[in-house]
Nanobody, 123 residues
Framework: VQLQASGGGLVQAGGSLRLSCAAS????????ISWFRQAPGKEREAVSH???????YYADSVKGRFTISRDNAKNTVYLQMSSLKPEDTAVYYC??????????????????WGQGTQVTVSS
């Protein structure tokens, strides 16, 4: 089981990035996948979740700006980030789990994590 996160980079405030989480060793459609982020000196924060059913969830801080999606043929989950703000700067991780819907934000619900990709938003 592997999750490979990519797509991070440096972008100006107001810009966009698309992160990818490519899976191997299992089918993404059979699991829930979340994106988390961690900024320096801060706790890891849940950003978005897509359930095996396709239902999606978002943290209030990114609602309306970020979109999570899944390409079953490519076995990849994406996080499209728009209207980026400096406070979105963090290392972004994807993770696999099967949390109940009310627990998608809990990092303890996820057994497998990708390596992280850095997103830096300049003001």
């Amino acid at each position: 089981v592997q999750l490979q996160a990519s797509g991070g980079g440096l972008v100006q405030a107001g810009g966009s990035l698309r992160l990818s989480c490519a899976a191997s060793g299992f089918r993404l459609v059979d699991y829930g996948i979340s994106w988390f982020r961690q900024a320096p000196g801060k706790e890891r924060e849940a950003v978005s979740h897509i359930r095996s059913s396709g239902i999606t969830y978002y943290a209030d801080s990114v609602k309306g700006r970020f979109t999570i999606s899944r390409d079953n043929a490519k076995n990849t989950v994406y996080l499209q980030m728009s209207s980026l703000k400096p406070e979105d700067t963090a290392v972004y991780y994807c993770a696999r789990g099967r949390p109940i819907s009310s627990a998608w934000r809990a990092s303890s619900m996820y057994a497998y994590w990708g390596q992280g990709t850095q997103v830096t938003v300049s003001s």
